[in-house]
């Protein structure tokens, strides 16, 4: 099992940055891909960004794509996730998550949950 805690969540202004954080606890965290989800007010809760277990390979939501970056170091058990060029759609509560099953962008294919940090994006 693994415990997630999200951090660096927070008010920005649009065109602004922040780095998410998250932080595992846990001996086999380094074992887990893990993925980045959001979920706005009245919405579901959407896939964002995915990294494997070694850090080799990402996925991006097209929303995010070459504006996020996930990135993480296995030796802290934490994972990141980069916000650049942030934008009002982008607000959120942000969620990171580890894979317990196939696929990459579905909420169900992920076993083990943070409670989630908040952002916010003022235009």
């Known amino acids: 099992q693994v415990q997630l805690v999200e951090s660096g969540g927070g008010l920005v202004q649009a065109g602004g940055s922040l780095r998410l954080s998250c932080a595992a606890s846990?001996?086999?965290?380094?074992?887990?891909?893990m993925g980045w989800f959001r979920q706005a007010p009245g919405k579901e809760r959407e896939f964002v960004a995915a990294?494997?277990?070694?850090?080799?390979?990402?996925y991006y939501a097209d929303s995010v794509k070459g504006r996020f970056t996930t990135s993480r170091n296995n030796a802290k058990n934490t994972v990141y996730l980069q916000m650049n060029s942030l934008k009002p759609e982008d607000t959120a509560v942000y969620y990171c998550?580890?894979?317990?099953?196939?696929?990459?962008?579905?909420?169900?294919?992920?076993?083990?949950w943070g409670p989630g940090t908040q952002v916010t994006v003022s235009s």
């Open positions: 998550a580890a894979r317990t099953a196939r696929n990459w962008n579905v909420r169900t294919a992920y076993g083990y």
């Open positions: 846990g001996r086999t965290f380094s074992s887990y891909d």
């Open positions: 990294i494997i277990w070694s850090g080799g390979n990402t």
